[in-house]
């Protein structure tokens, strides 16, 4: 059997692509702009011990799986035409003996190492404590964060901003689009001269300047990686903020001061986890002086089910992440005792942002896989290609819900309506 004939054989839906593998068989239309390669036995092995997106994500990350028609970093054409016809349906037993036999016998099925860009199974992350206790999540965070600053600045750009930007209007550049989104949390926050501002998961410190810098605020930032807030020392002191702004390498759950006026938190609730909800905005919660603003900005569900995160982005990109809908994200917000005032979702906005990060990593991508390596520039370009096409097909969204510490007479300190 040829593996091309097997592969057509086991799809529901005819492939958009032209299949090429190392047999010399084939299978799609020819004509087809962009073209798959199957280069390796090893390829297949993957593909076969590991079916649906991570083994493809195996081969394609180890380069036994080739996409020409697409730049690798910015695969985004070939994932929306693959996105809905990849469905392998599950063969019988006799199918998948004679599948074996016909494609080399049980040496196909021996699962190869899987790429070294690859984290651990939840399984075994279980064994190694309990899911987002303060330990492993920092091993989580190092797994993503700490890859390499100067791999970061190609893609993020100058604004170093790993969230969601807000373009104002649709010809933004990404940078004007991130001063946008810092600049927007300031005024949800109300930010004024002399208040004080706590960034929990502050990453590369981006926040905590442009409240300082633009606001006059007494910013304190923290993160889990090192490497952000060793970056983020270093940018305060370059800009001069050193007496009002301040990045710490440091669990939120260990801050200790209280009495903040406003806290921001971007991008941080993906990684903490659902049921920690309750004790994650209570925490917040305390650490606000009455009358203080909560903007939380995160990435949610459009539903409000509890469902993991695929294998390929829970081992390649966000260990132990979780997402769910942003009513959950409400509905705990208040019954920690927090007064939601508004939410807005901003989905096609990270759209946008994926697409920027795309064109960067393009752009520098000779740099890039000069400082982290060939494999993990890959797994960057499909996570964020396949990203934008969950944000662009309304699978994923991205919400800044706004709160309020309201006080003990009823008072909340806002104003008949919006200002910002």
Known sequence: MKIAEAIADLLRDELPVYFTAYDGSSTGPPDADIRMELATPRGLSYMLTAPGDLGMARAYVAGDLILHGVHPGNPYEAMVLLKDH???????????????????????????????????????????????????????IHHHYDVSNDFYRYVLG?????????????????????YEKFDLVARKLDLKPGQRLLDVGCGWGGMVRHAAKEYGVKALGVT????????GKEAIDRDGLGDVAEVRHLDYRDVLEGGFDAISSIGLTEHIGVRNYPSYFGFLRDRLRPEGRLLNHSITRHHNRREETGPFIDRYVFPDGELIGSGTHITEAQNAGLEVMHSENLRHHYAKTLHAWNDNLVANWAACVD???????????????????????????????????????GSNGFPLRPTW
């Open 158 to 178: 100058p604004s170093m901003a790993y969230t969601c930007a807000v373009y104002p209007h649709a010809d933004a550049t990404l940078e004007e689009a991130q």
């Open 371 to 409: 400082e982290v390596g060939i494999g993990t520039a890959r797994v960057w370009g499909l996570y964020m290609a396949v990203s934008r096409i969950g944000f662009e097909q309304n699978d994923i969204q991205l919400h800044q819900v706004l709160a309020v510490r309201t006080g003990d007479d």
């Open 224 to 231: 889990l990686s090192r490497q952000q807030a060793s970056w």
């Open 86 to 140: 990849l469905d392998f349906r599950t063969p019988s037993a006799s199918e998948m003996v004679a599948l074996v036999r016909g494609l080399g016998g049980m040496s196909v099925l021996k699962p190869p190492p899987p790429p070294p860009q690859e984290h651990l199974p939840r399984w075994r992350r279980a064994m190694e404590g309990l899911r987002h206790s303060m330990a492993r999540d920092a091993e989580a």
